[in-house]
């Protein structure tokens, strides 16, 4: 009787898997990050480090992949566009940013991620940063990946 309970046991351990060694779940796979449809928080205009707390108005972008919007806010008010892409290169068209009294701390001037926009060509993702450049490659923003 022993080896027949034996050979059921290894059968039925093998068809459930519960005789594998337990151990920690694998690691899920990192997300891809991608131009559009992410939330892209503004860090840097130009050479300038931009530092804002969590704040509706915080500098942000959405590239919305459905309609080729751009969606966001410049750290005063809300920033809404559209934009073309094709591989690395991008372009940002019919910019415009709602008018605030009151910008968030560490943002003098909201008509400059405006202004940037206007000058970009290209985009590349490095890790979870976003850098959008000029013709030139000079680096003109960067943007974080957000949760």
């Known amino acids: 009787?022993?080896?027949?309970?034996?050979?059921?046991?290894a059968v039925g351990c093998a068809q459930l898997g519960a005789c594998a060694a337990e151990g920690p779940p694998a690691p899920a796979a990192p997300k891809t990050i991608t131009l559009e449809n992410t939330y892209w928080k503004l860090t840097?205009?130009?050479e300038t480090p931009v530092s804002v707390a969590k704040d509706p108005r915080e500098?942000?972008?959405?590239?919305?992949?459905?309609?080729?919007?751009?969606?966001g806010a410049d750290g005063c008010g809300v920033l809404r566009g559209n934009y073309l892409t094709e591989g690395p290169s991008v372009s940002f068209v019919q910019i415009a940013s709602?008018?605030?009294?009151?910008c968030v701390a560490g943002v003098a001037d909201g008509q400059a991620m405006q202004r940037v926009l206007t000058?970009?060509?290209?985009?590349?993702?490095?890790g979870r940063e976003l850098e959008l450049m000029n013709e030139r490659n000079a680096t003109l923003a960067r943007f974080e990946a957000g949760e």
């Open 44 to 46: 840097r205009l130009g």
């Open 119 to 126: 000058g970009v060509s290209r985009w590349r993702i490095v």
């Open 98 to 102: 709602g008018k605030a009294n009151d």
């Open 59 to 71: 500098p942000h972008l959405v590239l919305q992949a459905r309609d080729r919007r751009v969606v």
């Open 1 to 9: 009787m022993k080896p027949f309970i034996t050979v059921a046991l």
